[in-house]
């Protein structure tokens, strides 16, 4: 016989014939992609069509990744549940002039609208409510959450300062009370006035996630006037080196004590004029004692409750502190 003994054949139509044998670079252009390539080879070893391939071994141990997928129309776009509830919160705050932006905190991009829609799409699931019902139920729940925080926030700050921070109940742990030294020692070193934004943020979010166990969903509250300030009393509690904050009239009467004391400055730096001692004293007594008249005028702006004594000394500190010499009282009669 003209065949190789070792080569198989198949008997078709009653005579004895060669199988194809498939090359081990080209027999793969009859396998269509459709079709795993593997599966497709084994089909036709096993119907006698063709030889086993020296490659199918390898390529049951190690297959080919599979073709990629051809989209018909374009990859298709993926909508979340909460994706509606999303866009109408957003446009609410934005009607409201809220802008709730994400912000990274924890370890990662976190977002308020995001948690409310998910809290919303939670409600209506689990609980069966409407979309208004759950909106108005998840706001509910903000503004309660905000409230449990300040009060928590001022609450801590107010047993510090009876009970000191050693009783308090986070220093039990040992973790804690080693940052807390740590801590302490870098005040020792450098006031925290003079320490850089990034670590004056750093020690905030120690506070508030050591002290007062804080998520993130009450950490970004701190963004608010009212937070900041009731931190900063609480800040003070726990490491009495750091100043506490100045109360709303007070700031107010050091901000423009400050202005005034900048702007005297510069007119003298632009006057280039040698201040006389004696002067420039009389100038710091009547700004010390006008910050004291303009703090009392802020946390007492109803005149007429003031008692006489401080009716007259305040007018007495003007006709003598504020008016030219040529129109006090008694001026004309002296000349």
């Known amino acids: 016989s003209h065949y190789h003994s070792g080569r198989a054949a198949a008997y078709r139509g009653g005579r004895r014939v060669p199988l194809p044998t498939m090359s081990r670079f080209t027999g793969m252009r009859h396998v269509h992609l459709n079709e795993g390539i593997i599966t ?58 809220v802008r709730q932006e994400p912000f990274y905190a924890h370890g990662e991009m976190q977002s308020a609208t995001l948690m409310f829609a ?17 909106y108005e139920s998840v706001e509910k729940e903000m503004v309660s959450l ?12 107010t047993n510090l300062k009876v009970n000191g921070t050693a ?27 003079e320490w850089e934004l990034g670590q004056q943020v750093m020690l905030d979010h120690w506070i508030c996630t050591v002290a007062l166990e804080w998520g993130w969903e009450q950490e970004r509250y701190l963004r608010d006037e009212e937070f900041e300030y009731a931190l900063g009393v609480l800040r ?4 009495p080196d750091i100043a506490p904050p100045l109360d709303e009239a007070a700031a107010a009467a050091a ?40 703090t ?7 005149f007429s409750t003031w008692r006489d004594s401080e009716k007259d000394a305040l007018d007495q500190w003007i006709l003598t502190k504020c008016l030219p010499k040529q129109a006090a009282p008694g001026a004309g009669a002296g000349a």
């Not at 905000?146 to 700050?157: I, N, S, W, Y």
């Open 40 to 97: 497709r080879t084994e089909k036709l070893v096993r119907a006698g069509l063709c030889e086993e391939p020296s490659w199918l071994k390898a390529f049951k141990v190690h297959p080919p990744p599979p073709p990629p997928l051809k989209a018909r129309k374009g990859v298709p776009k993926i909508v979340f549940p909460t994706d509606k509830l999303f866009g109408i919160r957003e446009a609410r705050q934005r009607q409201m002039g």
């Open 167 to 193: 009783k308090a109940s986070f220093m039990s742990a040992p973790k804690a009370a080693d940052q807390m030294a740590k801590w302490q020692v870098r005040l020792e070193a450098q006031p925290w006035a």
């Open 118 to 134: 998910q809290r919303q799409w939670d409600l209506m699931a689990k609980h069966n409510m409407s979309e208004y019902e759950a």
């Open 255 to 294: 901000a423009e004590v400050s202005a005034m004391e900048e702007m005297t400055t510069s007119m003298e730096a632009a006057l280039e004029v040698e201040v006389d001692p004696a002067l420039e004293e009389q100038v710091n007594e009547w700004y010390s004692e006008f910050g004291s008249w303009q």
């Open 296 to 302: 009392k005028v802020y946390q007492t702006p109803d």
């Open 236 to 239: 003070h509690a726990i490491f």
């Open 146 to 157: 905000k409230a449990k925080a300040l009060t928590q926030l001022e609450g801590l700050a």
